[in-house]
């Protein structure tokens, strides 16, 4: 398989003029005359898309392409107003390059190269029309297309996730499938064991996320083997895929590569990268998820799990940054993360970056914990929400107006777990016996009498001198 992405990058005006590139505005809101392509207008480069699709390249480990044109690529779409297609041909702005998926595994990328995107043909309002909406037209792109070196839907999906990803973290675009700002076509072709030539090519479009690229490519190369197996023949063909049928159906047959007569737009003068333009771009990308993680266990000495968990989203990253500048207990600041922060985030349906707490507040709030006068469990469970309501309390004040003070006195605790073990004399006998597991039970009950105030520590210390 050989996949290839489009992607949208995220400037604010189009590839060729000025019109806005928001989603979701009204049809045929965003047109000008470019757009609509009157006679007599002249397209006029967006410098940041260039930029944008550069910093991709790199990170990609693509080779940038510093003497370059625009090609213009002709065919007829209703919803194409010029009858071409700007595009880039001989010249991709980045050359080879890959995606690594797995630590020891890379998905080669053949190019990467910009083109703008065409408008929409609407077909389901109207009964009778096509209706088109032409605010998409110009809209700058980035084409990633890859070798023909996937060999399995596993891996297609791991591309397309690392890639998605990848493409989030620089903000070269959104990455969203459903609103078609990120799509992917499949070009699937299968070969008996042995053989070394490819047999005929389908190419499957229309897949609107992720998941449905690995769906679609386990089921045409079903279909592809079913032929083969009842000797059939293979139509190259272009397909598309439905979800709800779980079934790709034909679209169009491409038995001759089209031809879109190539040609330098004579409207658009070559460009020219300097180095300094390079060394700005490269400077302007942020550290990858990779780097930062290794960073993050070897500066804070995080466990590669804990790394990885903050390295997953980019808000996260931010999030822990400005933490560690408050306060220095990391791998609480960890747990907080990914435990109550994360929690009430889901519930409430925010990103982490709208956590109402400032980070001050956080920040006190895991030094008091760490400082051993609270429970985590208090602390996560009962101070939290109480600082979320009070904001202008301080989780000190907090803790000790909830009577929630860690409770270390030996003989208090003494008293609690003697308590414990005279309520449950069997469980005693059975732990004498050598049923050792049931330390945890007794530690559980004293907590609980506790009021989750006791310094498990220190009862857990009891409890084993006491049951000797
Ligand atoms: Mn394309």
Known sequence: MGLEVHAQLLTKSKLFCGDSTSFGADPNTQVGVISLAHPGTLPKLNKKAIELAIKLGLTLNCTIEKSNYFARKNYFYPDLPKGYQISQHTVPICKGGNVKIL????????????????????????????????????????EIVTEPAIHSSEDAFLFLTELRKTLRWLDVCDGNMEEGSMRCDANISIRLKGEKTLGKRVEV??????????????????RLIGLTENNQQIIQETRSFDADKNITFSLRSKEDADDYRYFADPDLPPFHISESDLEGIKNSIPELPEQLKDKYISMY???????????????????????????????????????????????????IKSFPLSIKKIAELINFTESGKVSFSNASIKVLPYLLENPQKNPEEVTYSLNLLKESNNDTLEIWIEEVLNSMPEKVKEYKKGKKGLMG????????????????????????????
Not at 318 to 340: C, Q, R, S
């Open 103 to 142: 630590t020891n595994k890379a998905i080669p990328l053949n190019r990467i190269h910009i083109e703008e995107d065409a408008g929409k043909s609407i077909h389901d309002i109207d009964e009778n029309y096509t209706c088109i909406d032409l605010n998409r037209a110009g809209t700058p792109l980035v």
């Open 205 to 222: 479009k229309n897949l609107n996320s992720i998941k449905n690229v690995k769906r679609a490519i386990e089921i045409e190369f079903e």
């Open 301 to 351: 000495q995080l466990s590669e799990y804990d790394a990885s968990q903050i390295c997953i989203d980019k808000e996260d990253v931010v999030f822990f940054e400005d933490l560690i500048k408050e306060t220095n207990h990391y791998k609480a600041i960890v747990n907080w993360m990914i435990g109550p922060i994360k929690h009430y985030c889901n519930e409430k349906n925010i990103s």
């Open 441 to 468: 039970m007794f530690a559980g009950e004293v907590k609980k009498k506790s009021n989750g105030k006791a310094d498990m520590q220190l009862v857990n210390q009891l409890l084993l001198e006491k049951l000797k």
